[in-house]
């Protein structure tokens, strides 16, 4: 069973204990009948067995490593133990009496320790659904503190107590709530955010520090003796006509996608980025490069938004081959998917190593899949015999499934890095995550092959020698999931000994919290939504080991800015096969990776989940080299919005 599903399991039984705890107080409240009393007895024993299950499973996920369990271990397990066996030594004599058919009602007390019961097992589903992880102390106790007077206050209207007291229980439960709620609202709009205190004058005003440098200092220095390449990239609304006819309204940095930008290792690269007319600002993030952190593009963190009539001039040493792409990263989760993206190349110096070499970027405009350019199939013609290096990117904000059918191809590079060993593959479906990479090399087979999508039969890309037959090309969609971890020859240590070892964990999960004073059911990490997510702290030099697991339900992209990762561990195994470096990976609901980092690029680097809803709901945080400072913010006269 999957961690995910041990999880699902562990909710839904501690929903059936809490709901047979509170199915036996509503029956007690209305009768008090033989009938009743079998049917509250009924409940109660469903209400342990709900109980065992949930202490099961907590054993199990802690024994695969799942000490994200804490808020059971800590809170609803012992809470809901005390409350059961309370409610049990209570109500069982009396009820059991009434069930042999006495006809004395159950007490008072009775009544008040089912309810009791219930509030304790309701508590463990909020510390579950409202606090997450990591449980900390006032959460923890206004649970316990509401549970104690709500029993109270049950027990005071089973007693037929004075209305004074009644009501005076019940708005002390009121008060305690939007207390709570009132102090979760106040400092999410009062405290300063996590990157605040990444600013020259610290959070509380304090004195800058001496030997401090701004991000706006962190720019490409040194040209390099590589040529010059220089590109312009306007970014504009545009109207869009689409192959097959239909028109849609973008936003592009000249079209859709935007320019390829095709260059060789050791070029200088030159963007001058101008804004026409888009409202709120735009600015180009290098998404997988692993640029000067002043050159990252990213909105109130290294540099103001491009508002209409502005521009930017960015400028970086293409020093590592590869595939990668650019995209706004100001109010990115709109900007992106109107189609504020374009493809990056970095070719070897000697020229691309294959025959025939194709970028297609998968993107989702409206509700039409782009492959490459298209919205309809597009045929290309390659001599069999010739090889190919097909360069796939997921602009999208949800994973994508492609597949190639009719050659048997490597996979040669995974976000810009090659794969050591690489073998040969059938079939197998490449999954991307969004924003993420995979480069296939191939030899044309004289039949063909064919490039589709799972998310729709209207797209795909034929590349074949003229006069092949497309026709017997069907993709078998049975194939599984081609998995990089066991994938190509494992080689020695990649990473420097005897450096600092930083170790930081990001927990993922779904939690009602307030984003800068909005209610939203949040994406958060360790309990703590953007900006309030503690940055990662690093020295230069450090290696970061990263420990990132999923509580939720949804797949989480994460993806950090200016380093790649080397991947340890994917749910407790082993990645063994080729180094696996990335700067994109899927987290899947219940996954826990552990991935490291050198920390060789000093900065204030974006950290987030490229499913850009969830970032701009919260799951966006900062990696933060010491020293480092912004002058840059949220907000502000250019209205920077990072999301
Ligand atoms: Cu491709 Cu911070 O993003
Ligand atoms: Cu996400």
Not at 41 to 52: E, T, V
Not at 373 to 397: C, F, K, M
Not at 408 to 418: E, Q
Not at 451 to 464: E, I, P
């Amino acid at each position: 069973m999957t961690t995910a599903q041990l999880l699902a399991l562990d909710l839904a039984a501690s929903i059936l204990a809490a709901g047979s705890w509170a199915g036996a107080a509503v029956v007690l409240s209305r009768s008090a009948t033989t009938r009743s009393a079998r049917v509250a007895l009924g409940l109660m024993a469903a209400a342990w067995l709900g109980f065992f299950a949930q202490v099961a499973l907590a054993m199990t996920l802690s024994g695969a490593g799942w000490w994200f369990v804490q808020e059971k271990a800590l809170l609803a397990i012992p809470l809901a133990l005390a409350g059961s066996t309370i409610a049990t030594t209570v109500a069982a004599a009396p009820l059991v009496r009434l069930a042999r058919g006495g006809s004395t009602p159950p007490a008072a007390t009775v009544r008040t320790a089912v309810v009791a019961a219930a509030l304790c097992a309701l508590a463990g589903i909020a510390a579950r659904l409202v606090v997450g992880y990591p449980l900390t102390v006032l959460p923890g106790v206004t649970l316990v503190v509401l549970v104690v007077v709500g029993t109270w206050l049950a027990h005071a209207v089973f007693a037929g107590q004075g209305r004074r007291l009644v009501t005076g229980l019940a708005a002390l439960v009121g008060l305690c709530l939007i207390a709570s709620v009132g102090f979760a609202w106040l400092s999410s709009i009062a405290t300063p955010g996590a990157l605040a205190l990444a600013h020259p004058h610290g959070a509380q005003g304090e004195a800058p520090q001496a030997d401090t440098i701004s991000v706006a200092d962190l720019r490409t220095a040194d040209n390099g003796p590589g040529t010059v390449r220089h590109f312009d990239l306007t970014a504009a609304q545009e109207r869009v006509t689409l192959a097959s006819g239909s028109v849609v309204s973008a936003w592009t940095f000249g079209s859709l996608p935007g320019p390829e930008l095709r260059v060789q290792q050791g070029d200088l690269v030159e963007v001058t980025l101008h804004n026409s007319d888009i409202p709120g600002g735009v600015t180009i993030h290098w998404h997988g490069y692993d640029v000067p952190n002043g050159e990252d593009g990213v909105a109130g963190v290294t540099q103001d938004a491009v508002l209409p009539g502005e521009s930017f001039g960015y400028r970086f040493v293409a020093d590592v081959t590869g595939t990668y792409w650019y995209h706004t990263h100001q109010n990115a989760s709109d900007g992106v998917q109107r189609g504020l993206y374009g493809t990056l190349v970095v070719e070897p110096r000697s020229g691309p190593a294959e025959d025939v070499d194709v970028v297609v970027p998968v993107h989702t405009i409206g509700r039409t899949l782009l492959l490459g350019n298209s919205d309809l199939p597009t045929e290309l013609d390659v001599a069999a015999g010739q090889s190919v290096r097909l360069r796939l990117i997921n602009t999208d904000q949800v994973p994508q499934r492609l597949r190639l059918t009719g050659a048997s191809f490597h996979v040669d590079a995974i976000d810009g890095r090659r794969i050591a060993g690489a073998t040969s593959l059938d079939g197998a479906a490449l999954r991307l995550p969004a924003g993420g990479r995979i480069d296939l090399v191939f030899t044309m087979p004289a039949t063909g092959s064919l490039l589709t999508s799972d998310a729709s039969s209207r797209v795909s890309l034929l590349l074949a020698p003229p006069g092949a037959d497309a026709e017997s090309l069907t993709p078998d969609r049975a194939a599984g999931d081609f998995d990089p971890l066991p994938y190509g020859t494992p080689t020695a240590a990649e990473l420097p000994s005897g450096t600092g070892l930083v170790r930081a964990t990001m927990v993922l999960d779904r939690l009602p919290r307030f984003l800068s004073g909005r209610p939203i059911q949040g994406y958060s990490v360790d309990g703590q939504v953007f900006p309030h997510i503690p940055s990662i702290e690093v020295d230069e030099g450090d290696v970061l080991e990263l420990t990132i697991a999923n509580r939720g339900w949804e797949t989480h992209p994460m993806h950090i800015h200016g380093h790649h990762v080397l991947v340890l561990s994917r749910n407790g195994v082993a990645s063994s096969g080729a180094p696996l470096w990335l700067d994109t990976f899927d987290v899947q609901p219940g996954e826990v990776w552990v991935v490291a980092l050198v920390a060789g690029n000093p900065g204030v680097w974006m950290d987030h989940c490229h499913n850009l809803e969830h970032a701009a709901e919260g799951m966006m945080m900062a990696l933060h080299y010491s020293g480092v400072t912004t002058p840059f913010d949220q907000g502000g006269d250019h209205g920077n919005h990072s999301e």
